[in-house]
C-alpha cells in the first residue's frame, strides 16, 4: 500500500506533505502505521490528531491527544488541541480545564 510505503522518515515527510496539502484523510491513512511504529514519538501522534480534527474525526483526535497528554502532561499545544475537541462535540465543561492549562503552560496568565 502507499501510505505504508518507505522509510518511517519518508512516511513522516508524505504525510506532511498530505497535511500541508489539506488531504487530512490521507495524511491519517499514512500517520497510523508511523504511530504503530513509533507509538512514543509525540510527533507523528499529535499530526494524526490534528489530522483526524481537521476531517471531523473527533473521537480518533480525542483518544490521540489523551494519549499525548497522559505521557506528557505539560505539552500544551496538545492540551490546547485537546480542549478545541472536545469543545467541537459540545462538551465545553470538560475542555475548559485543558485550555486552563494549556494556557497556563504557554505563559498566557490572565492579569485582574
Known amino acids: 500500500m502507499y ?22 484523510a490521507a495524511a491519517a491513512r499514512v500517520l497510523v502505521g508511523l504511530v504503530e511504529e513509533v507509538p512514543e ?16 474525526q473527533l473521537r480518533r483526535a480525542e483518544r ?8 506528557d502532561p505539560v505539552e500544551h499545544y496538545a492540551r490546547l488541541m485537546l480542549g478545541r475537541t472536545l469543545q467541537r462535540q459540545n462538551r465545553d ?9 494549556a494556557s497556563a503552560l504557554a505563559g498566557d496568565f490572565e492579569h485582574h
Not at 41 to 56: F, M
Not at 64 to 71: A, K
Request: net charge negative; aromatic share 12%; glycine share 4%.
Open 3 to 24: 501510505y505504508a510505503h518507505g522509510t518511517p522518515a519518508e512516511r513522516w515527510e508524505r504525510a506532511q506533505l498530505f497535511f500541508d496539502a489539506k488531504d487530512y
Open 41 to 56: 514519538q509525540t510527533g507523528p501522534r499529535l499530526l494524526l490528531a490534528r489530522s483526524y480534527y481537521h476531517s471531523a
Open 64 to 71: 490521540e491527544l489523551r494519549t499525548i497528554v497522559e505521557r
Open 93 to 101: 465543561e470538560e475542555a475548559e480545564s485543558h485550555l486552563r492549562i
